[in-house]
Nanobody, 122 residues
Framework: VQLQASGGGLVQAGGSLRLSCSVF??????MTWFRQAPGKEREFVAA????????IYTDSVKERFAISRDNSRDAIYLQMNSLKPEDTAVYYC??????????????????WGQGTQVTVSA
């Protein structure tokens, strides 16, 4: 299994970014996005089932972020709108070992991508 995230960058507050994650040999499972801000623990952001019929978000990104997937392209996406400086972090796509209809804990992640930096300026 290989996960490769891309699409990060520098954006002003209120702007948008779209992160992508290429998924090799793992496109029939649930996928998630986590993030880690400087000096903070890695935290859950969003998750999606293997067929995209169910999504879960942490409260701080609801109504602003949208996770989606295109299994025909082996890709997971995170559309981030109305970005805030507190969204600044390294974002990781990650594959949980199972789907439980709740945000996975870090120890429930089987594979991590390498991360992509998102910086939101005030």
């Amino acid at each position: 299994v290989q996960l490769q995230a891309s699409g990060g960058g520098l954006v002003q507050a209120g702007g948008s970014l779209r992160l992508s994650c290429s998924v090799f040999r793992y496109n029939w499972y649930a996928m998630t996005w986590f993030r880690q801000a400087p000096g903070k623990e890695r935290e859950f952001v969003a998750a999606i089932t293997w067929n995209g019929d169910t999504t879960i978000y942490t409260d701080s990104v609801k109504e602003r972020f949208a996770i989606s997937r295109d299994n025909s392209r082996d890709a997971i996406y995170l559309q981030m709108n109305s970005l805030k400086p507190e969204d600044t972090a390294v974002y990781y796509c990650a594959a949980p070992v199972f789907w439980s209809n709740r945000p996975p804990n870090i120890d429930e992640i089987g594979y991590w991508g390498q991360g992509t930096q998102v910086t939101v300026s005030a």
